[in-house]
């Protein structure tokens, strides 16, 4: 999926081949825009890496952490964080290897905080993300623990990249966003045309498009023993 393809989709359905109303960097700048948004409403760009700028280092004693100044893969100039997967504490230095013995942190609200039973310092049980701050409980009791972190966040792409790299791969967003692409691209468009109705339509396709996805990516469903079940077809009587 490129810049130029989603941009000739979108000049097909504006009936449009060539610039007349619409100019290319016009069309580039609403599949910015339309990246953007399709990516907000669903939280289905998922980012991880083993880097350790995905790893909030925690203090011995403190609960509370900054997370515009500790979780910084997401706050850079590029993406900007949406929704916490999963958090592994780990009790030591954080590398590859240490993952393999990391613990899996309870995701719970910030205002069950008050209402926990152990107060003691101690392996972290608990974590809760709330006002730009990231939290865990009980504080915990070690000088070199970590938490690991995957997420989903915001690619943000500039005008200027898709200009630059039009017939090259848009690595930051994931194929199943072209549809959205090509939807809010539309309403953008027909927004500019005074034609809201019809940019209202483009927006109500790109939201249903985008929930199936997240329905798909995002809230999955765990397999049960029940699921695999089924009776051994392969024995004859």
């Not at 290319?24 to 910015?32: G, M, P, R, S, T």
């Not at 309870?106 to 310092?121: D, M, V, W, Y």
């Not at 005074?194 to 765990?222: I, N, P, S």
Request: hydrophobic share 40%; charged share 20%; proline share 4%.
């Amino acid at each position: 999926m490129t810049a130029a393809t989603i941009k000739n989709e979108i000049r097909q359905l504006l009936g449009e081949i060539q610039e007349m109303q619409w100019t290319d960097a016009q069309i580039l700048q609403y599949i910015q825009l339309a990246s953007a948004e399709a990516q907000k409403i669903s939280s289905c760009c998922e980012v991880y890496t083993s880097s350790a700028s995905y790893d909030i280092p925690l203090t011995q004693t403190q609960c509370e952490y900054s997370i515009a100044a500790d979780y910084p893969f997401v706050f850079d100039a590029d993406k900007y964080p949406l929704k916490i997967y999963s958090a592994t504490y780990i009790a030591t230095d954080y590398n590859a290897a240490s993952m393999a013995t990391g613990k899996g942190l309870l995701r719970i609200q910030p205002k069950q905080f008050g209402h926990l039973p152990q107060n003691a310092e101690g392996e972290p049980v608990y974590y809760a993300e709330f006002a730009q701050k990231f939290w865990v409980w009980p504080a915990p009791d070690e000088t070199t623990a970590h938490v690991h972190l995957k997420a989903s966040a915001i690619n943000h792409i500039t005008v200027a990249d898709l200009e630059a790299h039009e017939d090259d791969d848009l690595e930051e967003v994931p194929e199943a966003f072209r549809n959205s692409l090509i939807q809010g691209g539309m309403m953008y468009a027909k927004i500019k045309d005074g034609k809201h109705a019809q940019a209202a339509m483009y927006f109500q396709q790109m939201v249903q498009a985008v929930w199936f996805l997240r329905q798909d990516v995002v809230e999955r469903q765990m397999d049960s023993l029940d699921m695999f079940m089924l009776p051994d077809k392969t024995v004859t009587v």
